[in-house]
């Protein structure tokens, strides 16, 4: 017994270890993301977000004053120091710095060690030492500088500016409220019809049942991209076209097939003897969906709920088709990928900023839900 009890506690250490390592490997893309949305774009494009507490080696470039030079020995003397430039005053306040590394090509800034003389490509040698000054030497008088690329070790950065970006973008607002206008009826819709197919197909007997509820199962595995275009089309021709009733519609017509197989799985498991004393007592079969069967399917009604909000929160590509392209009807995702991202390409800093700003909604709701998540989902599965 000793040696089962030892085992059993092993087991039970794994399956904890199991579930720790899980859980963390579910929430570092989040940490990621929340931790990036705070960075600087160029400190995001050069380190990863686990290196944020670190400074960061970044390139940097300034262009030397050529007017009033040295002449010295019958060489013209350039010198200064590359943090005294005013436009790098934000990276390097006090204009104070460490250089490891620089160049005089814009493709190999750090070309050279820092205190480490290069020849210049019209003439002359140059040397940038690792405390920023600099020393251009060239046979003849300049009439512009040349440019000087250099790699600088800078502190950690942490910003609110990508948030203020965001969430005060023009029209943002109005994506907000056009993504709950979208979410909140897609989501109850095909929730109230899938309960009344759920319950004829679980508890009323009519022929092709057993057909509907293997076409059900079907159309589970059928991409919804095969149906974007022709069901546009039928929008158009009855005259809903690319609008709100349109994409509610959309979202209903997709989600319609889990919700019918999860509510109808759940109701399958109910206790026969309540609804046969219910119609014993003379209750007709909307009297029992209604004071019977919606009550217990509430775990299965708030599990779908749950999937169906998320998706229809988080999707972009049902919007971009069924909802006109003017910015009065666009939701947070095309707002976020047309407006934000798409005129900033590779801003990493707003992108992770947009990311975590559009799932806050979600999370909140998950996890407002989710104690009825597992009850919903296991509904049916075991007898």
Not at 111 to 118: K, M, N
Not at 190 to 215: E, N, T, V
Not at 312 to 327: H, I, R, Y
């Amino acid at each position: 017994m000793d040696n089962i009890a030892g085992q059993n506690q092993g087991s039970k250490l794994a399956v904890n270890i199991t579930v720790i390592i899980l859980v963390l490997l579910w929430l570092l893309p989040t940490i990621g993301l929340f931790v990036s949305s705070f960075r600087d774009r160029d400190q995001i494009s050069n380190s990863g977000w686990w290196q944020a507490p670190l400074a960061v080696d970044l390139n940097f470039r300034t262009r030397v004053a050529a007017d009033n030079p040295r002449e010295e020995g019958g060489s013209f003397i350039l010198e200064g120091n590359v943090f005294a430039d005013p436009a790098l005053a934000s990276s390097f306040p006090d204009a104070t710095g460490t250089v490891s590394a620089y160049g005089t090509r814009a493709v190999a800034p750090g070309e050279f060690a820092a205190g480490e003389v290069s020849d210049l490509r019209a003439g002359g040698t140059a040397v940038v030492n690792s405390d920023g000054s600099y020393r251009i030497e060239t046979p003849e008088a300049l009439d512009r500088g040349p440019t000087i690329y250099f790699e600088a070790r800078t502190p950690p950065k942490f910003t609110l500016a990508n948030y203020r970006t965001v969430l005060f973008a023009d029209g943002m607002d109005r994506a907000f409220i056009n993504t709950l206008t979208v979410t909140i009826p897609a989501t109850i819709i095909p929730i109230l019809i899938a309960a009344f197919a759920a319950y004829a197909l679980a508890w009323m007997d009519f022929p092709g049942r057993g057909l509907l509820i293997a076409a059900v199962v079907g159309l589970l595995v059928v991409p919804l991209q095969l149906a974007l275009v022709p069901l546009l089309s039928l929008h158009t021709h009855i005259g809903i076209g690319q609008s709100f009733l349109g994409i509610w519609l959309a979202h209903t017509g997709f989600g319609l097939p889990l919700a019918v197989y999860l509510l109808r799985n759940y109701m399958v498991g109910l206790p026969r003897d309540i609804i046969e004393s219910a119609k014993v007592d003379g209750a007709t079969d909307f009297q029992i969906f209604v004071r019977i069967i919606l009550p217990l399917s509430f775990p299965a009604l708030a599990s779908f709920a749950i999937f169906q909000f998320l998706w229809t929160w988080n999707d972009l590509l049902v919007a971009k088709v069924f909802l006109p392209s003017g910015s009065d009807s666009q939701v947070m995702t095309v707002k976020i990928a047309d407006d934000l991202l798409g005129s900033r390409g590779g801003d990493w800093g707003i992108l992770a900023t947009a990311a975590f700003v559009s799932i806050a909604v979600p999370l909140v709701v998950f996890f407002t839900m989710q104690r009825y998540l597992v009850r919903g989902l296991l509904a049916g599965s075991v007898k």
